[in-house]
């Protein structure tokens, strides 16, 4: 079964930094999606970016250079770095993972982890 295990979500200031790692494990194909997703309260879930086995990237709008989304040599993790933090940044992030077409929105996975909490305080 699919294992998505996400880590290096903290509370920060506006304008800090925070690098998020993801690792994957379970998964048969050789030829996978894996992204990231945030959800804060009361709201949907909003996709980040996404990063296929063959190194095509999607980011969100919001993103606007801020982040980063890049994939060890084995494919099997993936990091965020995330620079200029905003309190509008507080949020769940969840690592997911999908067969499909790869794209950063949340239709795009089928499997998700457990979220790692971003806190951006003024």
């Known amino acids: 079964q699919v294992q998505l295990v996400e880590s290096g979500g903290a509370s920060v200031q506006t304008g800090g930094s925070l690098r998020l790692s993801c690792v994957a494990s379970?998964?048969?194909?050789?030829?996978?999606?894996m992204g990231w997703v945030r959800q804060s309260p009361g709201k949907e879930r909003e996709g980040v970016a996404s990063i296929a086995t063959d190194g095509r990237i999607h980011y969100a709008n919001f993103v606007k250079g801020r982040f980063t989304i890049s994939q060890d040599n084995a494919k099997n993790i993936i990091y965020l770095q995330m620079n200029d933090l905003k309190p509008e940044d507080t949020a769940m992030y969840y690592c997911a993972m999908g067969f499909g077409y790869c794209y950063h929105t949340p239709s795009a996975f089928g499997y998700w982890g457990q979220g790692t909490q971003v806190t951006v305080s003024l």
């Open positions: 379970g998964y048969r194909n050789s030829n996978f999606c």
